[in-house]
């Protein structure tokens, strides 16, 4: 039940941060914390289905067909690499 609300906080905080006008004092900041949570979300949905797939296979079969399997093949590790694109950009400003 506790599944994907990690995303819609994340999801949320993204809406949040494009109605906010960029000369925001602390726009940064927002965006250093949106990133931190996003990269720590992805994070725990990787863990989390490590630990799944250690204890019960079966249950994320359908994650090894498309087209379920761009998920963890092409949709994750995309998302992470932005979350540290980000943090790259952010640091060199």
Not at 13 to 24: F, T, W
Not at 36 to 48: A, I, K, P, Y
Not at 64 to 92: D, E, G, Q, S, W
Request: proline share 8%; glycine share 6%.
């Amino acid at each position: 039940m506790a599944a994907g609300i990690g995303d819609l906080v994340v999801a949320a905080g993204a809406l949040a941060l494009i109605v906010l006008p960029l000369g925001q004092p602390d726009f940064r900041r927002y965006l250093a914390i949106w990133n931190v949570v996003g990269c720590l979300d992805l994070l725990l949905v990787v863990v989390s289905a490590a630990r799944i797939m250690l204890a019960a296979p079966k249950q994320l079969l359908a994650l090894r067909y498309p087209p379920l399997n761009l998920l963890p093949a092409f949709l994750v590790p995309l998302l992470l690499a932005m979350h540290v694109i980000l943090f790259i950009l952010m640091r060199r400003s």
